[in-house]
């Protein structure tokens, strides 16, 4: 028995590029741990912090949640939109009728877009040798 208080908390996976967050959600006052480390000293930027509360405040759930993040690969905006796409799903889990509104922003959809690998024979991806005439 844990007791009269329940304490439920979501988890829920964002991902984007080579950026991978595991995102844990439960019932709090708005504190946002990111690896060990608070959301200004992570994130110093205010862009990349706007990114990872977006789906807070378009819903109107800010500082309602306790949220906890632990996130590799990537870059820094990397690594935040994969936090906000760990967030919105974790939101979609608490509560089913945010889902409407989460989609109009494009925050459900995982963004494919990935490094394309180089190609042998050519210098980068798409880019081939310059060609020479003497």
Not at 13 to 25: F, H, L, N, Q, S
Not at 36 to 50: A, M, R
Request: hydrophobic share 35%; net charge positive; no cysteine.
């Amino acid at each position: 028995m844990v007791g009269d208080k329940e304490i439920t908390i979501i988890r829920a996976v964002g991902r984007r590029k080579t950026a991978a967050a595991r995102v844990r959600i439960q019932k709090g006052k708005g504190n946002i741990v990111i690896n060990d480390k608070d959301l200004k000293e992570y994130f110093p930027l205010i862009l990349w912090q706007e990114k990872i509360l977006a789906p807070f405040l378009l819903t109107g759930k800010e500082n309602k949640f306790d949220v906890s993040v632990k996130v590799l690969g990537g870059g820094v905006n990397g690594q935040a939109e994969a936090i906000r796409h760990g967030i919105t799903r974790a939101l979609i889990k608490l509560d089913e009728t945010l889902k409407p509104i989460l989609k109009a922003e494009g925050y459900i959809t995982r963004d494919p877009r990935s490094k394309e690998r180089k190609k042998p024979g050519q210098r980068r991806a798409r880019r081939g040798h310059q060609w020479r005439k003497r």
